[in-house]
């Protein structure tokens, strides 16, 4: 049997409407009926010796990988042994890991792994079921006319994958047109507030950028501008006139400056004898 997943908006994971469908090829209801747990879970659709089934997925964010472990855990739940063919090849190489050592632990615990919830129940399926009586394969998915004709592909292969595919959007419209017509304008105005973000962050980068260069440009002609005059507190202080050991010792420096303190103003001795001590 054949499955496949389909999201509607795929770029909003919050706005996308997913579901899942199989094709039996060989399957009849009549003599295989749908299991107790499949019941549960999937709608179906006769024809002939064939069977479809599928079912929409509601949920609050949906990938392609929960889509594709949905019609997965709905084929494993089927009475008997199943063989699932799909053209996803990250479930397909994750189910045959499983389905090689059932015993095994995950490094982490499921609720610690993308999608760890669907995972954990395909496991509990596959060990109560047995991994014996699953098996998975890897089928190539949109397969062409030309590429059957070329002899590269089967035509069996293409018309059981497309039939699944149309299950799933058979799925999808499970969710009523005014459903999708909502979530479809929502992903649309959710994509145009990321587009007018995005343009408003490259404005903001180009301002702050054109800012820094505006700056730096400044700061060079400054530096040329001054360049002959003191530029640090170590070059102006050099210019300074310095005091001669003999005048310094008859200063009272803490005196007077108490007496400016208590004083008010600054007496003319004191004047005098700073004035003597810069020019001695």
Not at 87 to 98: A, C, H
Not at 164 to 188: I, N, R, S, Y
Not at 225 to 250: F, G, I, N
Request: glycine fraction near 8%; charged fraction near 20%; aromatic fraction near 6%.
């Amino acid at each position: 049997m054949f499955t496949d997943g389909t999201n509607s908006q795929p770029t909003r994971a919050a706005f996308t409407l997913g579901a899942f469908g199989s094709w039996w090829k060989d399957r009849t209801l009549e003599a295989q009926p749908l299991s107790p747990a499949e019941d549960m879970v999937v709608d179906t659709l006769r024809q002939a010796d064939r069977l479809g089934t599928f079912q929409r997925m509601p949920a609050a964010a949906m990938s392609s990988m929960r889509a594709e472990l949905a019609g997965g855990i709905a084929a494993a739940c089927a009475d008997g042994p199943v063989h699932i063919a799909s053209d996803n090849m990250g479930f397909v190489k994750r189910l045959n890991q499983i389905l090689s050592d059932p015993a095994a632990h995950p490094h982490k615990s499921w609720g610690l792994l993308s999608d760890g919830d669907l995972w954990e129940q395909l496991h509990s399926i596959i060990v109560s079921k047995g991994s014996h009586s699953i098996k998975a394969s890897w089928t190539k998915g949109h397969i062409t006319e030309q590429q059957v004709n070329e002899g590269r592909n089967a035509r069996a292969a293409k018309n059981c994958n497309d039939l699944a595919g149309t299950m799933a959007d058979v799925g999808a419209e499970g969710f009523g047109l005014p459903v999708q017509v909502v979530a479809k304008a929502w992903a649309h105005r959710q994509g145009a507030y990321a587009k007018l973000e995005r343009r408003i962050l490259r404005r903001l980068a180009n301002v702050i950028k054109a800012d820094a260069s505006k700056r730096e440009h400044l700061a060079k002609a400054q530096a040329l501008l001054h360049k002959d005059r003191p530029q640090s507190l170590q070059q102006v202080a050099e210019e300074l006139p310095y005091a001669c050991s003999e005048a310094a010792a008859t200063l009272d420096l803490a005196a007077m400056h108490q007496h400016a303190l208590t004083g008010g103003k600054h007496p003319t001795e004191w004047v005098c004898a700073v004035h003597s001590f810069l020019n001695c």
